[in-house]
């Protein structure tokens, strides 16, 4: 079976007015439908850079991006904001999410975006609310939600439009522990229960628990590829 994401040699390379720095230096992945990976590395590693390669929010310098069969590379921008906007879900480190729209506005302005805004997709927001226990919460405006509800709003907003590929950069950096374990969680058994790709970069190794598959990054190099649960442990155990 094929990839749903899939690198090549992925290189990214700034050039500045005194110095090149290569951000990620010819990375080659591979992330099959329902697998959680963590991508992990010490800041300025080259975590985030990978991470917009893959959203298509950044052209890389060499190599190759493959969602779903589908080469990022030979895309126009017009095709390219398209693409991104059906296959892919993306959660930032803050929740972006808009502040005068209640959860459920918030999760539909996405259907919105795609042009599939209709009876069926408002249902599936219900759905999608209450699978991550916001059922009550559907009213509320973002400043009379928890921190952790307000990521849960941004993973249903990430997950709505139905992408095959699910990025999440930080999303639980400004959560206490015990919220960001929930949120961590649900962003596996989402991923897991509905086939999706994932990558959350990260870090904190304690949330890679829930993760089946962890990247090392560092000087933008992939330096381990960590797939036993038991190598997973391991370096969980160390941080």
Known sequence: MSPIIETKSLTKIYHGTNMTVTAVDQASVAIQAGEFVGLVGPSGSGKTTMLAM????LEPSAGEVF?????LG???ERDRVR????????T?????LVPFLNVQENVEMMLRLNN???RTGREKVKVLLERLGLKERMKNLPNQLSGGERQRVAIA???IHDPSVILADEPTASLDTERAYQVTEQYAELIHEDGKAGIMVTHDLRMCKFVDKIIQIED???TAVLETRAEIEDLISCA
């Open 54 to 57: 893959l959203a298509a929010l």
């Open 74 to 76: 030979g895309m126009s």
């Open 92 to 96: 930032f480190q803050t929740n972006n």
């Open 116 to 118: 599939c805004y209709d």
């Open 157 to 159: 907003r990430s997950m």
């Open 67 to 71: 969602i779903d069969n589908q080469e």
């Open 220 to 222: 933008g190099c992939i």
């Open 83 to 90: 693409f991104r906007r059906q296959k892919i879900g993306f």
